[in-house]
């Protein structure tokens, strides 16, 4: 069975950094697209950056020039280093994958349980 498991979340001031890690386990055949999300109190969750399988990384505007994903193939590990945080990056941050186990002829979609991220002004 494939499970995400995330790392990395705390309390930090305005202006530092963070970084976030999600790693896969369990019998893998393959990672596709790798994704992190994010959902602040009452608002919905909304995509911080992704990392298609030989493709190029996407940023969400607010985020852009600031956080960084990136991947560690041979680890099933994927990373959001997070700079220059802000306030309003306050928000519990969640690991996605497409990920097809090696006993599946499809990917199937994986969410990691998320961790708090909470910067303070």
């Known amino acids: 069975q494939v499970q995400l498991a995330e790392s990395g979340g705390g309390l930090v001031q305005a202006g530092g950094s963070l970084r976030l890690s999600c790693t896969a386990s369990?019998?893998?055949?393959?990672?596709?697209?790798m994704r992190w999300y994010r959902q602040a109190p009452g608002k919905q969750r909304e995509l911080v950056a992704s990392?298609?399988?030989?493709?190029?990384?996407n940023y969400a505007d607010s985020v852009k020039d600031r956080f960084t994903i990136f991947r560690d193939v041979a680890k099933n590990t994927v990373y959001l280093q997070m700079n220059s945080l802000k306030p309003e990056d306050t928000a519990v941050y969640y690991c996605?994958?497409?990920?097809?186990?090696?006993?599946?002829?499809?990917?199937?979609?994986?969410w990691g349980q998320g961790t708090q991220v909470t910067v303070s002004s």
């Open positions: 369990g019998s893998i055949a393959g990672t596709s697209d």
């Open positions: 996605y994958g497409s990920i097809r186990a090696a006993s599946m002829s499809r990917a199937r979609d994986y």
């Open positions: 990392s298609p399988s030989g493709g190029r990384t």
